[in-house]
Structure formats: structure tokens, C-alpha cells
């Protein structure tokens, strides 16, 4: 995944050199043409160079289509005559067409005759000398053909295996007997603005004319990569028949895309992978790394096929490079986001400096397709280019620093992250020494780290990408397993902490003689923080106490097992003292609790003591309460009492917030007005009222009703 962005740099400087070489010749003064006018030359030729006799390839009795490997002649000259049959060759090298053959003379610049200093007198057929204009080279091949030979056409053949990241092999002009031939296939009409492929040349040969003189015009290139030694390593030249070279390139075309359908299917593997990262990032939003993986992907998914579609020559090299380069920028981009999430990584300067800089990659694609508009947008593509490419440098420092640290952390998700990295890293620098090799031995070099299934080359870079897919793989599906052990775990502690709550928590009506008390608990989680307490007195009186634990979950249980524990423990039935033992309880604790204690005593004397809870309501009416400190908050807090007395048949109400906070999907809360109206109604009504509008939060209602029989006692 991570080889077309390391890449990237290269793919821009090859594509754009290239193109801008193609360029038909122009004065000197013009800034691309003179940055890629020669600075040197090919060996001068002799002055007593010999005149070799004229070499013709006979294909009279010779198959369609025919192989021409033998008898060409290379020549290093700016003279556009070159491409005239009647040209005279005879002083040229003659070369077969082997991967590598020995450098040729440069025919514009002569060196002097023995004993001398002076250069001789320019041939004849000698273009401008000193270097002010591109040199081509030239191969020239005299055919001789059959008597009405019927239409003949050549198939320019290139290898299947050429790495569009690693820049394209420059584009040829083909005349035949000086006639310069437009190629068929797509943009026959302008093959120098696509990335280069096989094609069909229709010569145009009388079926009368039996001799063909072939001229394949190139860039000249001294040495490197796309020297012209090198030519007909890239380049394979078949004559004959229309029908037989279309089969050819019919065939050439399936190799081709065998070559691309690793890719391809890395691609469509990427696209689903993608998918499902989002699917999972919307279903555990808390995880952000999920959504910036899934967007790096999604990015990276397309390019195999921008790729196929600039290497079979359907997309204009300038668009190909510019949608390219911009994909890959992007996606570096949001992989840089995806790891400083994925690892929880603090906010440094080098991460703002590269968050900072991020924005200028926005514009490379465009500044690639501006190419040629002006001096302007050279400019413009020299700065963005420019910063770019610090920016990836930057990145790939980043990257590679960051896992290795996190690795030596034993952070092993990070570990799976470096593996495909590094093996990218080899799948890069394998085809550039594959070149080099094949360079240095003369012959083609096959690297052992490419495999061959069946028809189908699977390069070592594609070994890495698929290993990307599997890292990615494996750390989701590693997360996954952590995370359903955790969620077992938590079950069961929950259940546990549940269970012991159930335990302190009253669910059969407890006696209270004078009183007709009725209470239900509905927690919105499988542990709520919700709790309330009934115990009658030894006067015959009754002690309430109703609370609401901060949170929610095992936290919230574990503080609600704690303040039940200590109401059972606590003697003093005052209110006000009980809330002050609670309030030690809790300090410390890193949590806060809202409570009510309400002692009613035999009489009809109702204490209340409040700590931050929601005031009662007593017929109907809400108990105005002076406001007092949660549970938890400071650890010396004095709680006031506010005295009342209960008629027989008075009814208090006592709630939790979860009653009032109940909310609609539409965004309406219960509110105080609802629980108004309802507050003459039994417990259960009210708890099924707020559950129906939308609970959120654990939900408590109590409901007391002193008895007539209350006087008597």
C-alpha cells in the first residue's frame, strides 16, 4: 500500500522530463529544451571512418509476422534526413538487436584526421554543429521484400513487465521509405502525449515496392536508464501481415493486463476493506482511527486502475500524472492522521510542522496539469513539487521512526504495520537494481523475488501490498478478540456488581405500619447509579433516604453497594447527620452523588435533609428545600432540616433526575411541568410515563401515604 507514495517522487520527475522531451525541437532559449539539450556528445566519428557496403534484411521467404533482430543501423545525428531512404548510412554501425550493443559515433561531430587539430569539413548530411540542437538516434533497417507482398505492417512490442512507477520509455517515430507513419490504437494521433504501449504501424507499401527502408527515430539518451543502448531491450520490432500482428497485439495485451491483475485485485480488496472500516468506524465512533484507515484506503483503491488506465494509453500523461501523484499525496496525508491515532500520539512540533505543510499537497495534481500554461505554472510546479517532496520526506521519516519506536515498545500492532513497510521498501529498490544488474551483465536479469502464477507475474511489491492487507487484517481481527474478552469480563463483573446491588436494593414491599409506601427502580444500564433505602424506626416512624450516584455502570454500582452499606451501618435516624456520614463515606472518592433523606414519624412529623437532589412534592406541590452540596464534594459539610407535618392521607413524592431528564428522539425532555401533572399518580404510572417518552437515565419513584391509622398510634 505504501509503494505508490513512496514512489511518487520518482513517477513525477521521470513522467514530467519525459513529456517535455518530446517536444518538438525549438530554439535553445527555451527554458525546458535547454535544461535538456545535451552537455556533452557520443564519441565524435573518424575522419577515415569506412563506407561498409549496404546490408539489407531479405525477408523475400521469411514467415508472417518476421522478427527483424539483424542489420540495423544506429546513428547519433539531429539531420531530419536521416529518415529519407537515399540517406547515406554506409559510415553508421551496424547493431543487431540485442538487449545491450556497443556505442555509436556521433555522426554531427567528426574528429580531426590524424597529425591534426582541426576538425574536418561537416558531411554532407551534418546538421548544426556545437550542441545547439537534440540529438536523436536513428535505426535504420533496409528491407528487401517480396514481389506483391500485399499490405505490410510493423508492430512495435514492449515489454509487458515495464513499471509505470518507475517512469515510461520514450516515445518513437516511425517513417517508412521517409514517410513519417502514424501508429493505430488509441490517440494514434498523438502518441507522444500517452504513456507508451505496443502498436501497429500500417507502412503503406505499394504491393510494386520491394524494398522498404525503415527509420525508428528516438530520444537520444548517453547512459542510465532509457539509454539507447538499451533500445531494443525495451523494443521489439515485427513485419507482416495486419491480421497476424493484430493477434500479436492482442496477445501482448492479455500479458499486459496478467502483469496488472495482482493489483487490480489488491485494489478491489482494498475498496471492501475500506468499507468495512468505515462499518466499523460507525459503530465504534470512540475510534477514530478507524475512519481515517478506512479513508486512506478508499484513496489508494483506485490507483491500480489510473494506473491501467495510463499504461494502456487511455489517459493523457500529464492528467495520468497529475491524478496520480494527487491520490497519493492525499492518502500519505491521511495515513500520517491514521497512525498519529492508532498510537495515541501526542501533539509534538514535527506533527504540527507536517500538519501545517499538509495543505500544499492539495495543489500537486493541479500544478502537474497546469505543465505547459507559462512560466507560471513552472514556477508553481517547482514550488508545490518542491515542498511535496520535503513534505513525503518528512512523512516517510515519521513513519518508519514512529513504528520502529513503538515496535521496541512492544506495541506488536505497530510491529505488524513495519513488516509491509519494510517489505515495500524492498519492492522498491528490487526493480531499480533489476535494471542495474541486467545493465551490468549484458544480458536480462530476472529477479528470483518475482513469482509466477501460471500466466500471472506477481512481483515482489504486490507480495507487500497484500501483506499490508493482511497486517490490517490481523490487527482488526486482534482488537476484536481483546475487545469481546473485555466486554466478557465487564459482562460478568456487572452481572456480579448487579446481583449484589439486587441484594441491597428493595424489590418486596417491606411492612411499614401507618405508612402505604410504593417505589420502583428502573436502571437505564445493567448496573445503575440510582439507589434508595426504606427502613421503619423503633418509634413506628419511617426512614427514606433516595440517591443518585455520578455515572453510570460497574463505577456507579460499586459507589451505590458502599452508601448502602453504610446507611445499614448508621444508627441516628437525623437526616441531616445521615447525609454528613454519607458525605465521609464518599470524600476521596473522586465521585459525587445527589441525595434526599427523609425521616416521618409517627406523629405526622416529616424531617427532610437535602443534598442536591430534586425537591419533593407533598399533594401535589413541590417542597421548596434549602440548596445543599452533593455527596462527595467537600469533606466537612453541614446539611440544614426543613420540619413538616403529614394529614392522614397526605402523599410525598420522591424522584431521581431520570424522571425529568427523559427525552424524545426529537430532542423534548419530561421536564418539571409533565412530572407536575403526574405527581398525583402512583409510582409505577410515573416511572412508565418517563420510560415510554424516552429513558436515558436510571429512573426512581417513590411514592408515601400516611394512614388514618397513623393517629391512633
Known amino acids: 500500500m505504501h509503494r505508490t507514495i513512496l514512489a511518487l517522487a520518482v513517477t513525477v520527475i521521470c513522467g514530467a522530463t519525459q513529456l517535455v522531451a518530446q517536444q518538438p525541437p525549438r530554439s535553445h532559449s527555451n527554458p525546458p529544451v535547454g535544461l535538456l539539450a545535451p552537455r556533452g556528445h557520443a564519441k565524435p566519428v573518424a575522419a577515415d571512418a569506412p563506407h561498409t557496403p549496404e546490408a539489407s534484411f531479405d525477408a523475400t521467404n521469411l514467415g508472417s509476422p518476421t522478427v527483424l533482430d539483424k542489420g540495423w543501423r544506429v546513428g547519433i545525428t539531429a539531420n531530419p534526413s ?119 504501424y500500417n507502412l503503406g507499401v505499394a504491393p510494386s515496392d520491394t524494398s522498404l527502408t525503415l527509420a525508428i527515430r528516438s530520444i537520444y539518451v548517453p547512459f542510465g536508464y532509457g539509454a539507447y543502448t538499451s533500445f531494443f531491450s525495451n523494443h521489439r520490432f515485427r513485419l507482416g501481415h495486419p491480421e497476424d500482428l493484430d493477434h500479436s497485439l492482442e496477445l501482448w495485451s492479455v500479458h499486459s493486463l496478467f502483469e496488472h491483475l495482482p493489483r487490480l485485485i489488491n485494489n478491489i480488496l482494498l475498496t471492501i476493506l475500506s468499507l468495512f472500516l468505515l462499518v466499523l468506524y460507525l459503530t465504534q465512533k470512540g475510534h477514530i482511527e478507524y475512519l481515517w484507515l478506512a479513508l486512506y484506503e478508499l484513496l489508494q483503491a483506485p490507483i491500480g486502475f ?14 495520468y500524472i497529475a491524478i496520480f501523484t494527487q491520490l497519493v499525496a492525499i492518502s500519505a496525508y491521511l495515513y500520517f492522521e491514521f497512525l498519529i491515532a492508532f498510537l495515541s500520539l501526542r501533539k509534538r512540533w514535527y506533527i504540527s510542522l507536517l500538519r501545517f505543510t499538509a495543505p500544499v499537497l492539495a495543489g500537486l495534481g493541479l500544478t502537474v496539469a497546469m505543465i505547459g500554461h507559462g512560466t507560471a505554472s513552472v514556477i508553481a510546479l517547482v514550488v508545490v513539487f518542491g515542498i511535496s517532496v520535503l513534505w513525503m520526506i518528512g512523512w516517510f521519516l515519521f513513519i518508519f521512526l514512529t513504528l520502529i519506536a513503538a515496535t521496541l515498545r512492544r506495541n506488536y500492532e505497530a510491529g505488524l504495520l513495519l513488516i509491509p513497510l519494510l517489505l515495500t521498501l524492498v519492492g522498491i529498490i528490487e526493480p531499480i537494481l533489476t535494471v542495474n544488474m541486467t545493465e551490468w551483465a549484458g544480458r536480462p536479469f530476472h529477479s528470483f523475488l518475482t513469482l509466477q502464477a501460471g500466466p500471472i507475474p506477481i512481483h515482489f511489491a504486490s507480495i507487500a501490498d497484500f501483506a499490508g492487507i493482511l497486517a490490517i487484517v490481523i490487527i482488526i481481527f486482534g482488537r476484536f478478540l481483546r475487545i469481546h474478552h473485555d466486554q466478557e469480563r465487564a459482562s460478568s463483573e456487572l452481572a456480579a456488581a448487579r446481583s449484589v446491588q439486587e441484594l441491597m436494593i428493595p424489590h418486596e414491599k417491606i411492612k411499614t405500619p401507618g405508612f402505604e409506601v410504593d417505589s420502583i427502580y428502573e436502571p437505564a444500564n445493567e448496573v445503575g447509579g440510582d439507589f434508595f433505602h426504606v427502613q421503619p424506626t423503633a418509634d413506628g416512624g419511617l426512614l427514606i433516604v433516595v440517591g443518585d450516584v455520578a455515572g453510570k455502570g460497574l463505577k456507579a454500582a460499586m459507589n451505590v453497594s458502599m452508601l448502602m452499606g453504610a446507611l445499614r451501618s448508621i444508627h441516628d435516624p437525623s437526616p441531616a447527620r445521615i447525609l454528613e456520614s454519607l458525605n465521609r463515606v464518599l470524600t476521596g472518592s473522586e465521585s459525587f452523588t445527589t441525595c434526599q433523606a427523609a425521616l416521618f414519624g409517627a406523629n405526622g412529623e416529616l424531617v427532610v435533609a437535602n443534598a442536591g437532589h430534586l425537591p419533593p412534592y407533598l399533594n401535589s406541590q413541590e417542597v421548596l428545600l434549602p440548596g445543599g452540596l452533593p455527596l462527595g464534594v467537600l469533606p466537612e459539610v453541614s446539611y440544614e432540616e426543613v420540619r413538616l407535618y403529614l394529614h392522614p392521607g397526605d402523599r410525598v413524592l420522591m424522584l431521581s433526575d431520570g424522571v425529568v431528564e427523559a427525552r424524545q428522539p426529537s430532542g423534548e425532555l419530561f421536564g418539571f411541568d409533565r412530572v407536575h401533572n403526574l405527581s398525583n399518580q402512583s409510582a409505577f404510572y410515573i416511572a412508565d410515563a418517563a420510560k415510554a417518552f424516552g429513558q436515558e437515565d436510571d429512573i426512581t419513584v417513590l411514592t408515601v401515604r400516611r394512614l388514618a391509622q397513623a393517629i391512633a398510634a
Do not use: C, Y
Not at 112 to 137: I, K, M, Y
Not at 311 to 316: E, K, M, V, Y
Open 82 to 200: 536521416a529518415a529519407a531512404p537515399d540517406f547515406d548510412d554506409s559510415t553508421w554501425s551496424i547493431r543487431d538487436a540485442q538487449d545491450f550493443f556497443a556505442d555509436v559515433s556521433d555522426e554531427d561531430h567528426q574528429a580531426p584526421p590524424p597529425g591534426t587539430d582541426a576538425p574536418p569539413p561537416p558531411n554532407s548530411h551534418q546538421g548544426p554543429p556545437n550542441g545547439h540542437q537534440r540529438p536523436f538516434v536513428w535505426f535504420r533497417l533496409h528491407i528487401k521484400l517480396a514481389p506483391n507482398h500485399g499490405p505490410v505492417s510493423l508492430l512495435v512490442e514492449l515489454p509487458v513487465s515495464l513499471n509505470p512507477e518507475m517512469g515510461t520509455s520514450f516515445v518513437w517515430t516511425v517513417f517508412a521509405n521517409g514517410k513519417q507513419i502514424q501508429p493505430e490504437g488509441p490517440h494514434g494521433d498523438a502518441p507522444e502525449r500517452f504513456q507508451a504501449i505496443s502498436r501497429i
Open 306 to 319: 489510473v494506473e491501467l488506465a495510463g499504461s494502456s494509453a487511455r489517459i493523457d500523461q500529464f492528467w
